[in-house]
């Protein structure tokens, strides 16, 4: 399977988990020149921009341990970006999911990393 095949069941996963949890899903891969946002959810007036990290085996370590600081810098820029382009003025938080093996199971959910 290429990596974006599993890179969009990863994320149809990461969908169908935010769903389950009650969440409406705004937009996915939304992506402009400077930015690109896995998932826009929004739950109770709360919009969530999620960003899904897949790893196929625990060898290669958890995918949240791979949001570095420079990663959530870039995540709130493009949640900035992309309230501002759907005008939106609402509170967001900055949140993650992990998908891990080839059954892609939702393996960690952090509501607000931000």
């Not at 069941?9 to 690109?36: H, I």
């Not at 060898?59 to 949240?64: E, P, R, S, T």
């Not at 609402?90 to 607000?112: M, N, Q």
Request: hydrophobic residues 40%; charged residues 25%.
């Amino acid at each position: 399977m290429s990596s974006t095949a599993t890179g969009r069941k990863a994320e149809t996963a990461a969908v169908r988990f935010l769903q389950y949890k009650g969440c409406s899903v705004l937009d996915r891969n939304w992506r402009t020149r400077t930015c690109e946002i896995d998932i826009v959810a929004e739950r109770a007036g709360i919009v969530y921009f999620c960003e899904v990290k897949y790893r196929r085996t625990p060898a290669q370590g958890g995918g949240l341990e791979y949001i570095t600081p420079a990663k959530l810098h870039q995540m709130q820029a493009s949640a900035r970006e992309w309230m501002a382009a759907h005008h939106r003025h609402v509170a967001y938080r900055l949140s993650a999911v992990e998908v891990s093996g080839p059954d892609f199971r939702i393996t960690a959910a952090i509501a607000d990393i931000g």
